[in-house]
């Protein structure tokens, strides 16, 4: 295979960028399938759904944490050729991660008729949750997996079988939303419960194949005791990235807070934000994918000694990922009406969601700037420093200014999405002072203590 760790090239990055594009895709698709499965049958169970998901994604945070963690150990051990460390590394992913989530998949499945249901939800969709809990619960575990071994594959630079591997899960839970609750050829017809069914199964099937593909790589069988050492480093590294990923959602909600507090058009606003963020969802696809690209190359070439290397390629990412970017964006900008008038037919969501969409691809260039950045401190062991500039930005100046701005000054949603330009350049600047600082550049996350 050839040496990443010293190739950067527009057309390296190209080829390793574009199976994890494909493969977020694929990802974001399922959400899509499940809404719209849902809603042919009826709103318990587009709630239920929702709920289910809403509970995988938040319980799912421990596993991606794992991940940024791995990636940033066997990346460096892939730049100084260590393979067995590498696959010792794989090991203790894998452990730690079915010892912090099986529990929790256990603990979903037997409390399913727990009055707390009931508590949370409404009751019709409460019993309908009751039946698609167990399914989404059983799914933690090897959704833990198959999230362990996509990180262990880029940190490998292999890219493809991220995509066989992850995309497929996806693309096999796509097809069998339809196939399991609708019934086709030899499959049932099972309904809503086909919907969380189907997630589930190609969980199962998509952590069975990543292992497999480990196992034929070198993950030997035997082993598997547990290295508490390395799994201190692994959590020292993932624990941040948790948070931030925690941080960051609840400041969503926040800002759902803020515009439900509007003394007129509220509920529009609201409508608008969610639009907005699932425009945005689109459009961020390369940059995360670019994000992940730098993680890895970086830390290989820390790896390997060479931190010229590394601090070049962070910078050469980053910059990539501007211009991409900025090319996506200038035309949501130009047609963002156009763009807003697809997603909704009310007028006044439709001229909320046009201004979201003209002040925040503003900010698109800046975003990507400071994402791959952060993916390249992140790469380097910097992983707190990426959770405080990102919740610094995010508690300390958004959302705050975001309140301010909406509440106390009349500019209504206009000044929430002015809020979110403003604290995207700060992250930028942030970011990019703590790269050139440099101070990333001593960090050693396989040395000891």
């Known amino acids: 295979m050839e040496d990443t760790a010293t190739n950067t090239s527009a057309k390296d990055i190209w080829r390793l960028s574009w199976p994890l594009v494909l493969t977020m895709f694929l990802l974001f698709s399922v959400g899509l399938a499940d809404v719209y499965v849902a809603g042919r049958f009826d709103p318990e169970v587009q709630g239920a759904v929702g709920f289910g998901s809403t509970l995988l994604f938040f319980f799912g945070v421990i596993a ?18 260590d393979e067995s460390g590498i696959w010792h590394s794989a090991r203790q992913g894998i452990f730690l991660a079915s010892l912090l989530t099986v529990p929790l998949s256990i603990l979903g499945i037997v409390s399913v008729n727990s009055p707390l249901l009931l508590a949370v939800l409404p009751p019709p969709v409460a019993l309908v949750a009751r039946n698609l809990l167990p399914f989404y619960a059983l799914a933690l575990w090897p959704q833990a997996i198959i999230t362990i071994a996509g990180a262990v594959f880029r940190a490998r630079t292999q890219m ?31 309904g809503p419960q086909g919907i969380a069914v189907a997630t589930a199964a190609s969980s199962v099937a998509g952590a069975a194949l990543g292992v497999a593909i480990l196992i034929g790589q070198g993950l030997k069988t035997d082993g598997w005791r547990p290295d508490i050492v390395l799994m201190k480093k692994i959590a020292k590294l993932s624990w941040p990235m948790g948070v931030l ?10 800002l759902y807070g803020i515009l439900g507090r ?24 390369p940059v995360y994918a670019l994000n992940m690209i730098s993680a890895v190359l970086v830390a290989q070439a820390m790896g390997a000694g060479n931190t010229r290397k590394a601090r070049n390629t962070g910078w050469r990412i980053a910059r990539a990922a ?37 002040f925040n691809m503003l ?22 420093g990426v959770m405080k500039v990102v919740l610094g930005a995010l508690w300390g100046f958004r959302l705050p200014v975001a309140a301010a701005l909406a509440l106390a000054t009349g500019l209504a949603a206009n000044g929430v999405w002015l809020a979110m330009v403003l604290s995207m350049i700060l992250q930028c600047i942030l970011m990019a002072w703590r790269y050139h600082k440099g101070k990333w550049k001593s960090y050693n996350v396989l040395a000891d203590g």
């Open 64 to 81: 991606n944490s794992l991940g940024v963690g791995l990636v940033a150990i066997i990346s460096r051990q892939k730049g100084a050729r």
């Open 160 to 190: 493809l079988l991220v995509l066989v591997c992850s995309g497929g899960t996806a693309l096999l839970n796509f097809i069998g939303d339809f196939a399991l609750s609708y019934g086709f050829w030899t499959f049932p017809a099972l």
């Open 262 to 285: 509007l003394p007129a058009q509220a509920v529009e606003a609201t409508a608008a934000l969610t639009n907005g963020l699932r425009i945005e969802a689109v459009l961020y696809l």
């Open 363 to 384: 900010s698109q260039p800046f975003m990507a700037l400071g994402i791959c950045l952060g993916g390249a401190l992140e790469g380097a062991g910097d992983t707190f």
């Open 245 to 254: 990923q925690m941080g960051w959602y609840l400041g969503n909600i926040f």
């Open 322 to 358: 501007a211009v991409v970017l900025t090319l996506v964006a200038v035309p949501v900008f130009i047609y963002s009406m156009e763009i807003a008038g697809l997603i909704t037919p009310d007028p006044v969501v439709r001229e909320m969601t046009h201004l979201y969409l003209r």
